[in-house]
């Protein structure tokens, strides 16, 4: 037996007796990142209109492979940047969010990244400014505006956007990434940026990301064939999505029980009804809760007229 949501029933959670578990979003919220749109620190206002500092963000190491002398004596950290929103070539970058972004070699491991952890400019302690987690029970998606084509870049060029945490370790792992290929169907003008998507599912308690620090990266995967070039990169932003979810439906001799998992502070109230199809306004309201932890367990007496349906509706 399977339990459907109509679209009368919006912003509600439903199951019945024969059902294990049924998810609906109800509250989506930004996720705060420190100097998410690079506006910090201001580019001096003369040219090249560009630096190579970057607030919040930790850059990827030099790797053995990369020489400067080789490399027109360009140091490792002049690869990524901030630069101000200058015309080029005739005109600004039409919806970037702010007076700055960012600029990314598509040369290989290029790349930055930010934590808990993580450590911007010569700092030799972090700063701990960005503190979220991958919250069970919250579902999580990363957007990033990019544009692709700079200097020259090849077709094929990959850049990655992903979603990581740290292991007991310290080492990276990546929950969630999306591979961004450079072409000019993707990006037909170097003056807008195109929104591309990393999307975490909802937490599940046995995930080994649960309750870890959500990292944020930002990496150049090309190859060394197809290196050259750069992406220009702005308006980082992390969506939050909390579910209202009805859990561990259980029947005992005396009552039907399940756990309510919703948004910390949720007001709800659980409504029933024998039949799916009923409309909203002749289910039956059981009392109206807040789940002040976010979890909250709720039991119904068990009668003898077969089968019920239940949902967990938003307030």
Known sequence: MSCKIHSKFQRSACLCWLVTSLVLAVHAGNVSIPNGSFESPLVPMENPFATPNMEEWQKNPQPIWYDPSQNSNTPWEYLMG???NVPYPGSYIDNADGQQAVFLFALPEAGFFQDYNSLS????IPSHAFNATFEVGSAYDLTVGVIGGGGGMKPGVTLQLGLYYRDALSNLVMVAATSVTNSTDTFPTNTHLVDFQVHV???KTGDSWAGRNIGIQLLSTTAFDLA????DLDNVRVV?????TLLNPAV?????TFTVQSEPGQSFKILTATNILTVSSNWTSL????NVTGSTNFSDIKTNIG???YRAQAL
């Open 82 to 84: 901030t630069f101000y």
């Open 201 to 203: 599912p909802t937490v």
């Open 228 to 231: 050259g070039g750069y992406w």
């Open 240 to 244: 939050k999505t909390i579910a209202l």
């Open 307 to 309: 089968q019920r349906y």
């Open 121 to 124: 400019g010569t700092n030799l």
């Open 252 to 256: 005992t001799t005396s009552n039907f």
């Open 287 to 290: 009392g109206t809760f807040t």
